[in-house]
């Protein structure tokens, strides 16, 4: 059963190989939210009950096709941390986030390999001078129970 999956998954994935049938991977719902959010930028604040007081708390820009390319966490201080999103074009999926610290310093980059299925295949962590420091890859085991 384990090998029917993977055949029907490398025939599905070869018919997938344009850019419109990649994008209709994604669900009706998907498709959606991403039409809701194209060039949004959401900011959510928060208020102290006591105080009454407001600071930022998050926020997230939105690209012309509702792809969320960057996403900020603030404190009372400041920004706690900001990661960047590039896509890949063909594919519609992340390809490379860049986090920053509070000083706005790069200090991680994941870089994302995908299967013909698109699920995430290999996600590579390197450091900011481009050093790689280590791969997680992703193991997908389906069960008949």
Avoid at 26 to 39: D, I, M
Wanted: charge should be positive.
């Amino acid at each position: 059963m384990k090998h029917t999956l993977s055949i029907i998954a490398i025939a599905l994935c070869a018919m997938c190989s344009t850019s419109l049938c990649a994008q209709s991977l994604l669900t009706p719902e998907q498709l959606a939210k991403r039409e809701r959010h194209k060039n949004l930028t959401v900011k959510e604040w928060n208020t102290d009950d006591k105080t009454k007081t407001r600071w930022l708390d998050r926020v997230k820009v939105y690209d012309s096709q509702g792809r969320c390319v960057e996403e900020i966490e603030y404190a009372t201080y400041g920004q706690k941390w900001r990661i960047t999103s590039t896509y890949d074009d063909v594919t519609g999926k992340v390809v490379e986030e860049v986090e920053y610290n509070d000083r706005n310093r790069p200090v991680r980059i994941r870089k994302y390999e995908w299967n013909a299925d698109g699920t995430k295949a290999k996600q590579y962590n390197y450091l900011p001078n481009g050093k790689l420091y280590s791969v997680k890859v992703f193991e997908y085991i389906f069960s008949d129970k």
